[in-house]
């Protein structure tokens, strides 16, 4: 059974850290690039960062500079360090597969008190 199940998920006050985990298991495919989503209230959404198989990362300019996304070798799990957190941080992150086909964990909750 394909599962992606994300941890880490609190509130936190503004200018604070938090790092939000994602166990990847039951996947019987290669994967070639994951990325971390997040979608506030009454918005899209929208991808914060992404991790390549050859460990090339991208980010959103929002999140440029403040947030890191690192996995381990065999994909077992990937992770999202947030830093200086802000207000507008505040959304339901995703942790996907993104490659070669896309596949959605259940979503954590990051709530940041300004």
């Known amino acids: 059974q394909e599962q992606l199940v994300e941890s880490g998920g609190r509130l936190v006050q503004a200018g604070g850290s938090l790092r939000l985990s994602c166990a990847v298991s039951?996947?019987?495919?290669?994967?070639?690039?994951m990325g971390w989503y997040r979608q506030a209230a009454g918005n899209e959404r929208e991808l914060v960062a992404l991790?390549?198989?050859?460990?090339?990362?991208k980010y959103s300019d929002s999140v440029k500079g403040r947030f890191t996304i690192s996995r381990d070798d065999a994909w077992n799990t990937v992770y999202l360090q947030m830093n200086s957190l802000k207000s507008e941080d505040t959304a339901v992150y995703y942790c996907?597969?993104?490659?070669?086909?896309?596949?959605w964990g259940q979503g954590t909750q990051v709530t940041v008190s300004s």
């Open positions: 039951g996947i019987s495919f290669t994967i070639d690039a």
């Open positions: 991790i390549t198989r050859d460990g090339t990362t």
């Open positions: 996907s597969i993104t490659k070669p086909t896309q596949r």
